[in-house]
């Protein structure tokens, strides 16, 4: 969509609009949200404190800005995600933009000629004064118009689109959330999985764990062993020193796999936080490990594009990978359903 398009598109939705709103949708296009996260707790208690008193206004929860952001509506609240989660989520989304000034003044340059063409509703002189005034001020934050809020009754928060595909694993998380919870994130390389771990990291506070920590030692790596669907990994070890510990709500720590000398390190990996722990990795929904897990997501990918991700990120590596990681890991999805065992699938883009 270019910004024309969108323009005219919120004039349609919000007839009520004046060009103050309007120059609000843009600005958070370019700027985002950044300037208005401070404190974590006191979010929170804002996105309480209005949803409280929403007054529902919307059939939708997420609307795409003419950019790098989307305005997610409170009423996703209703849909089952925690305040707590939308607060981390806003917050994690505030990020500096190196040319948002730049990209806002193309987007203003579009609405100004829209104005100057009669494409809009707003008086000519007026209009285009009050986007001088603004610019005067250094293009200041700015709220929606009395008229826009007494009409919309707006409540939302503007949030990167890079985390819209994950919308549905906060749900899901959220819907079931437990005192102590442990989640698989399992799929194919180059899907995403570590991106997901880090992003449910930064939003919960869990704990990450690689299942690239617990490859086979250089003794293990037999024949037979890879000739098991899913062999390619010591999962005994994840299990004992892992898995089976949060389960009875033991202290965790690991060694972890040094893939410079096949062997595991000398130090120890401890959790210091077991409310929620990820276990992120190809083989992490092995069959004897699915009941320690309280959520698992399946992380998929279109070959193709799998390809091309591997050959961007490990071009040296490459051809390893064509010829005998990809066909490991298909074998084992395959011998044991692993996708369908999941209870989410998260496509990767």
Same mark, same amino acid.
């Given at each position: 969509?270019?910004?024309?398009?969108?323009?005219?598109?919120?004039?349609?939705?919000?007839?009520?609009?004046?060009?103050?709103?309007?120059?609000?949708? =843009?600005?958070?296009?370019?700027? $985002?949200?950044? %300037?208005?996260?401070?404190?974590?707790?006191?979010?929170?208690?804002?996105?309480?404190?209005?949803? &409280?008193?929403?007054?529902?206004?919307?059939?939708?929860?997420? !609307?795409?800005?003419?950019?790098?952001?989307?305005?997610?509506?409170?009423?996703?609240?209703?849909?089952?995600?925690?305040?707590?989660?939308?607060?981390?989520?806003?917050? #994690?989304?505030?990020?500096?933009?190196?040319?948002?000034? /730049?990209?806002?003044?193309?987007?203003? &340059?579009?609405?100004?000629?829209?104005?100057?063409? $009669?494409?809009?509703?707003?008086?000519?002189?007026?209009? *285009?004064?009050? #986007?001088?005034?603004?610019?005067?001020? &250094?293009?200041?934050?700015?709220?929606?118009?009395?008229?826009?809020?007494?009409?919309? %009754?707006?409540?939302?928060?503007?949030?990167?689109?890079?985390?819209?595909?994950?919308?549905?694993? =906060?749900?899901?998380?959220?819907?079931?959330?437990?005192? %102590?919870?442990?989640?698989?994130?399992?799929?194919?390389?180059?899907? $995403?999985?570590?991106?997901?771990?880090?992003?449910?990291?930064?939003?919960?506070?869990?704990?990450?764990?690689?299942?690239?920590?617990?490859?086979?030692?250089? %003794?293990?790596?037999?024949?037979?062993?890879?000739?098991?669907?899913?062999?390619?990994?010591?999962? !005994?070890?994840?299990?004992? !020193?892992? =898995?089976?510990?949060?389960?009875? $709500?033991?202290? /965790?720590?690991?060694?972890?796999?040094?893939?410079?000398?096949?062997?595991?390190?000398?130090?120890?990996?401890?959790?210091?936080?077991?409310?929620? &722990? /990820?276990?992120?990795?190809?083989?992490?929904?092995?069959?004897? *490990?699915?009941?320690?897990?309280?959520?698992?997501?399946?992380?998929? #990918?279109?070959?193709?594009?799998?390809? !091309?991700?591997?050959?961007?990120?490990?071009?040296?590596? *490459?051809?390893?990978?064509?010829?005998?990681?990809?066909?490991?890991?298909?074998?084992?999805?395959?011998?044991?359903? /692993?996708?369908?065992?999941?209870?989410?699938? *998260?496509?990767?883009?």
């Amino acid at each position: 969509m270019n910004t024309e398009n969108f323009i005219n598109n919120l004039l349609v939705k919000y007839p009520s609009s004046t060009v103050q709103d309007i120059c609000k949708a =843009l600005y958070q296009s370019c700027f $985002g949200c950044g %300037h208005f996260v401070d404190d974590i707790h006191a979010c929170k208690e804002r996105i309480i404190s209005e949803y &409280t008193s929403l007054q529902p206004c919307t059939s939708f929860s997420i !609307e795409p800005l003419d950019g790098n952001y989307v305005r997610l509506y409170l009423s996703i609240l209703d849909e089952g995600m925690s305040a707590d989660t939308l607060a981390s989520l806003f917050s #994690i989304s505030a990020r500096k933009e190196p040319y948002a000034i /730049v990209a806002l003044e193309e987007k203003l &340059t579009v609405l100004k000629q829209m104005i100057t063409d $009669g494409k809009t509703p707003f008086d000519q002189n007026a209009s *285009l004064a009050w #986007i001088q005034d603004w610019k005067d001020g &250094t293009y200041l934050p700015i709220s929606h118009s009395a008229s826009y809020r007494n009409t919309y %009754h707006p409540a939302y928060r503007v949030i990167h689109k890079d985390y819209v595909p994950y919308i549905p694993v =906060l749900l899901y998380i959220d819907q079931h959330r437990k005192d %102590h919870m442990v989640i698989a994130i399992d799929g194919h390389c180059g899907a $995403g999985k570590t991106t997901l771990g880090v992003f449910l990291k930064d939003i919960y506070g869990a704990s990450l764990i690689h299942v690239d920590d617990f490859y086979l030692q250089k %003794h293990q790596r037999t024949a037979e062993r890879y000739s098991q669907p899913g062999g390619n990994f010591d999962r !005994e070890r994840l299990e004992e !020193e892992v =898995l089976q510990p949060l389960q009875k $709500g033991k202290p /965790v720590s690991y060694h972890w796999f040094d893939c410079s000398t096949f062997s595991l390190s000398s130090d120890l990996i401890h959790l210091t936080n077991t409310h929620m &722990t /990820v276990i992120e990795g190809s083989y992490s929904m092995y069959p004897s *490990l699915r009941k320690y897990y309280d959520c698992s997501i399946f992380v998929d #990918i279109d070959p193709e594009r799998q390809i !091309e991700r591997i050959a961007k990120r490990n071009p040296d590596l *490459l051809e390893d990978f064509r010829q005998k990681w990809i066909p490991l890991e298909n074998t084992y999805f395959e011998a044991f359903d /692993v996708q369908e065992a999941c209870d989410l699938t *998260l496509l990767s883009q």
